[in-house]
């Protein structure tokens, strides 16, 4: 069987954290070590700027933070709503991509992502797909 890549729980959780989580870098460095497909961080949700920047220090190379994107969307439409009771169908999808972009991009920014991607190999495997 391949594994491509690897969820590890080091004190992570889905959801929000009631407390500060306490992340086992420990752990997670041995794993590192021992592991060679990049590692996956589930829960991401509310862990710091300072403990982000750690994880990938010690081989997460990709973060979920579902909840907080969630969230995000919500708080954009709930203040559409409140701005605008009469917005439509495509104001509100509008507010949604709106809600998920600018929490994407803010975590994108905190985890050092931003412009790291490469674009061309995304652009070779769409014109491989379209052939
Ligand atoms: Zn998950």
Do not use: W
Not at 2 to 17: C, E, F, K, R, S
Not at 79 to 84: F, I
Not at 94 to 120: D, L, Q, T, V
């Amino acid at each position: 069987m391949q594994v491509d890549a690897l969820a590890v729980a080091i004190g992570n959780a889905h959801g929000l954290y009631h407390v500060e989580p306490h992340l086992r870098f420990d752990v997670l460095n041995q794993i590192g070590g021992k592991v060679p497909v990049p590692l996956v961080l589930h829960g991401g949700t509310g862990i710091s700027e300072t403990d982000f920047k750690k994880c990938i220090q010690f081989g997460i190379r990709k973060i979920n933070v579902a909840t907080a994107t969630f969230n995000s969307v919500e708080y954009a439409v709930q203040d559409l709503c409140r701005k605008r009771p009469e917005a439509g169908y495509f104001d509100l999808q509008e507010a949604e991509i709106g809600g998920a972009y600018e929490n994407i991009k803010r975590h994108i920014m905190m985890f050092g992502s931003a412009g790291r991607a490469k674009m061309g190999s995304l652009r070779k495997k769409g014109q491989e797909a379209n052939q």
